[in-house]
C-alpha cells in the first residue's frame, strides 16, 4: 500500500518521538524532517490533520518534574506548560514551508456528544478547507480520569472517523503488529496487512511498548484505534516513526501494518446515519426543496413546510414529503425550537432571525443521506 490514492490523511504523533526522554526537550531535527514530508504531500493535494502527544513530556522539564511518577494535578500542570511549547514547535517547523496551523484540544466529551462532536467537525472542516493543518491533541489540562481518552491512539481515530479521513497513520516506536512481543520472544511474526481485526488479533496487543519512558498508549490502544478507523472506512498504518522523514519511507515502502477498511470513509458514515441512528423528529419539505435534495444540495429552510419533534442541533431527523414519503435522513444543524422560526424563510433571513448564524442549511449535505 501506499499513499498515492490518499486525499485526507491524519497523522498520530506520540510523545516519544518528539521528546528527548532523558531531558524532556524537543528532538527539532526530527520534526524539522517531518515538517518536510507534510509539506512534500501539501504540494499533493492531500488534506493533512495532526495529532499529537508531547505537552505533557515538554511540560515535565519546563517545571522540574523530569524522573518521577506524576499525580493527575501535576500532569494537568505539565500539559498547561507544555502546550505553548508544543503549538509553536509546529508552527515554528510548518511556518517555514508557508504552511498555517491552528491548535485544537479536545476531550472525550468532544468526540462522545453529538453536539459537540459536531462543532467539533465544523471548526476541523473549517481550517482543513482553508488549508491550515490542525494540531490536534487531547485538552489534559482540563481532562480528568473519567472524562479523558487517555491514549491519542483513539482519539486519533476519532478524529479520522469525525473527518472522513481515508488514511490514519499512526507514527510508533515499532514498525507494525506482531504475533508476539518482539522485544520478549524471538519468533514473533511481523504481520504486514491485517483485514479483519479478529479477538485473536486483538489479543496480540498486550505490552508492545511497555518499556517507552514517555507516552500513555501501547499496542492495545493502536489494535482498538484500528476497529475506529476501519470501522469508518479509513485504513490504517502502525509504523516505527523514530527515524527522520517517517512518511516519506513510508511512502518507499517502509515496513508497517496496514489495517484494510471496511468500507469507504463516505459511505461508513452514510449507513451510520441512516441506519444507527434514530430520529428525533421529522421536516416535511416541498417539491422544490425535494428536487435540490435529489441532486445533491443541502436542505435550506425556504423548502421546509412544517415540522415535528423534539430535537437538538446534531440530532437525526426524517425528512417528508408532503405525502409523508420519507426521503431521507440527516443531522440536524439546528436546534428544533430554532428551526421552526426558520421554516420557508430564505438563508439570508437567519441571522436576523436568530441574531447568529450556524449555517445556511437546515441539513447540511454532508450530513444527509438519501433512502
Known amino acids: ?197 479478529t479477538d485473536d488479533i486483538m489479543a496480540m496487543g498486550g505490552g508492545v511498548n511497555a518499556q517507552a519512558s514517555v507516552g500513555s498508549g501501547g499496542m492495545a490502544t493502536k489494535l482498538a484505534a484500528a476497529k475506529i478507523a476501519t470501522k469508518a472506512g479509513c485504513r490504517m498504518c502502525i509504523m516505527d516513526g523514530r527515524d527522520e522523514s517517517p512518511l516519506t519511507r513510508l511512502t518507499e515502502g517502509e515496513t508497517c501494518t496496514w489495517f484494510e477498511p471496511l468500507d469507504n470513509p463516505k459511505k461508513a458514515r452514510q449507513q451510520w446515519i441512516a441506519g444507527t441512528l434514530k430520529p428525533s423528529g421529522t421536516l416535511t419539505i416541498d417539491a422544490g426543496a425535494a428536487k435540490a435534495l435529489m441532486n445533491g444540495k443541502s436542505l435550506l429552510a425556504a423548502g421546509v413546510t412544517k415540522l415535528s419533534g423534539s430535537f437538538r442541533k446534531g440530532d437525526a431527523v426524517c425528512v417528508e414529503t408532503h405525502r409523508g414519503q420519507e426521503l431521507a435522513r440527516g443531522l440536524a444543524a439546528y436546534d428544533a425550537t430554532e428551526a421552526v422560526k426558520l421554516l420557508g424563510l430564505n438563508s439570508g433571513d437567519i441571522i436576523k432571525v436568530l441574531g447568529y448564524d450556524n449555517g445556511a442549511a437546515l441539513i447540511h449535505r454532508d450530513n444527509l443521506v438519501m433512502l
Not at 500500500?1 to 490518499?6: A, I, Q, V
Not at 527539532?28 to 488534506?47: E, F, G, R, Y
Not at 498547561?80 to 496551523?101: K, P, W
Request: glycine share 4%.
Open 1 to 197: 500500500m501506499s499513499l498515492t490514492d490518499s486525499k485526507r490523511i491524519v497523522v498520530k504523533i506520540g510523545s516519544a518521538l518528539l521528546v528527548n526522554p532523558k531531558d524532556g526537550t524537543l528532538r527539532h531535527p526530527w520534526l524539522a524532517s517531518l515538517a518536510k514530508d507534510v509539506a512534500t504531500l501539501k504540494q499533493q493535494s492531500k488534506d493533512i490533520i495532526i495529532v499529537s502527544s508531547g505537552a505533557i513530556a515538554l511540560g515535565r522539564a519546563r517545571l522540574n518534574l523530569l524522573g518521577r511518577n506524576l499525580s493527575l494535578a501535576e500532569k494537568q500542570a505539565c500539559a498547561a506548560a507544555g502546550q505553548s511549547l508544543l503549538t509553536r514547535a509546529y508552527e515554528d517547523v510548518l511556518d517555514s514551508h508557508n504552511i498555517t496551523t491552528a491548535q485544537a484540544l479536545l476531550t472525550l466529551n468532544d468526540t462522545e456528544d453529538r453536539r459537540r462532536w459536531l462543532n467539533a467537525r465544523s471548526t476541523l472542516e473549517t481550517l482543513v478547507t482553508l488549508g491550515a493543518i490542525p494540531i490536534i491533541n487531547e485538552n489534559d489540562t482540563v481532562a480528568t480520569d473519567e472524562i479523558r481518552y487517555g491514549d491519542n491512539d483513539r482519539l486519533a481515530a476519532r478524529a479520522a472517523q469525525m473527518l472522513a479521513a481515508d488514511t490514519l497513520i499512526l507514527l510508533s516506536d515499532i514498525d507494525g503488529l506482531y504475533s508476539a512481543d518482539p522485544r520478549k520472544d524471538n519468533t514473533a511474526q511481523h504481520i504486514p496487512v491485517i483485514s479483519n481485526i
